[in-house]
């Protein structure tokens, strides 16, 4: 039996706590280290990273609150179109860096007919680029147009579309009838004016609904599942279909752009990178080398918890094939010894962080003046951060690591932060790094 995705459900507002980023990838970047040491010194990590340049083409995606957001922007970038994922109620000053050429509405826990629930900022509807509500968001595109919205019979699982009007290009080469997921409690009972009713299941009879003269649609059920089969196609209709989008976003693209983004950053810049031969460190370290070659040091520390000839293999492929400046650090006894008689698995990590750290700056120190701070940080780790915009982290310096002053200020360097983890190794692909 297919394992079915978690319903929408409503989730508690955030702690304070939770804006500290904190990479969650395959291997513990630097990033996490430096959260660690802050925790045990009591000392605040500023933020870093800077929004790109203007893009040709971008898609926003409007989060209501969906757990099915980040599946939304997934199936867009799967099409080969950026797109960024934002709160509802984001300013339009936060998105002039970006060619909007759609707005996707994220479903949402809230009904649209109760008092304080989200709805569309003004300007997504003033701006005359094509949207495309999905769930709640088709129910907020039709509340806020002058539609009726109420409760309706819950509905959550498989249900079979059927077509009412030809020709639509949201349906463009799709069967009249298909398979599609959903999960609701409200539904639209009276279309906005000028709106079309377009699909039907037994349960909703507006189930898909338009405004084609205004590229406006909604949806009621969740083509970015899987257990929706066609809905990947009609993620990519609305795309091409009616945004007119071009596919633009593709590894050699990114690649291009981000060898500029790094050279304009970087200038005659110093750049540290700690490698640790997981995917994030690796594509970073060959993507700011491609752009400032040697101006970049790696540092890999052998914290003597690696795989068997681990080492060996990380430093025979980022110094002999690919031509990396690299750094090594065994410092096996050093963390071993460290963690001597240490039992519990949370104090073991902040050992390891806290060793890191240490070996890490007494390296940065050795090297002389260093400016910047590559490092792997992902999508994911922006979408669940807050205030990301400062340009500098603060690498807390311990007392007894002699020379260096009392903070190391280094600005971060981070050319992954708008990819998602598929997306990162497409790239280091691209880049010639090894398949495995």
Known sequence: M???????????????????????????EVSTY???????????????????????????????????????????????????IHPYDTSPDALRHLNVKGFILSGGPASVYEPGAPLIPSYVLEWGVPVLGICYGMQ????????????????????????????????????????VWMSHGDQVLELPPGFQA????????????????????GLQFHPEVAHTPYGRQIIANFLYQVCGCQGLWTPT????????????????GRVVCALSGGVDSAVTAVLVHRAVGNQLTCVFVNNGLLRREEPERV??????????????????????????GVVDPEEKRRVVGEE???????????LGKVDFLAQGTLYPDIIESKGETKAAAKIKTHHNVGG?????????????????????REVGLALGLPEE
Do not use: W
Request: charged content about 25%.
């Open 404 to 424: 260096l002053p009392a903070f190391m200020r280094l600005r971060l360097v981070e050319p992954l932060r708008y990819l998602f983890k598929d997306e990162v």
């Open 356 to 366: 890191f750290i240490r070996v890490f700056e007494e390296q940065a120190a050795a």
């Open 253 to 268: 693209n990114f690649i291009a752009d981000a060898t500029e983004q790094i050279r304009a950053q970087v200038g005659n």
């Open 140 to 179: 907020a595109l039709a509340y806020q147009l002058g539609g009726r919205v109420a409760p309706g019979r819950r509905e959550y699982g498989h249900a079979i579309l059927h077509q009412s009007r030809p020709h639509i290009p949201l349906f463009q080469d799709l069967p009249p009838e298909m398979p």
């Open 2 to 28: 297919a394992k079915m995705p978690p319903q929408e459900t409503r989730t508690s507002a955030s702690s304070p706590d939770m804006g500290r980023r904190v990479s969650a990838s395959d291997h513990l």
């Open 198 to 217: 377009l699909a039907y299941t037994d349960n909703a009879p507006l189930a898909v609904i338009g405004l084609p003269e205004r590229r406006l649609y």
């Open 34 to 84: 430096l959260e660690i040491s802050r925790q045990r010194q009591g000392q605040a990590l500023a933020e870093g990273g800077e929004h790109p340049r203007a893009v040709g083409e971008a898609i926003v995606v409007l989060d209501f609150g969906s757990q099915y957001t980040r599946l939304i922007a997934r199936r867009v970038r799967e099409c080969r179109v950026y797109c960024e």
């Open 315 to 340: 430093l025979n492929t980022f110094r002999a094939r690919l031509g990396l400046q690299v750094a090594y650090v065994d410092a096996s006894q050093r963390f071993l010894e460290r963690l001597r």
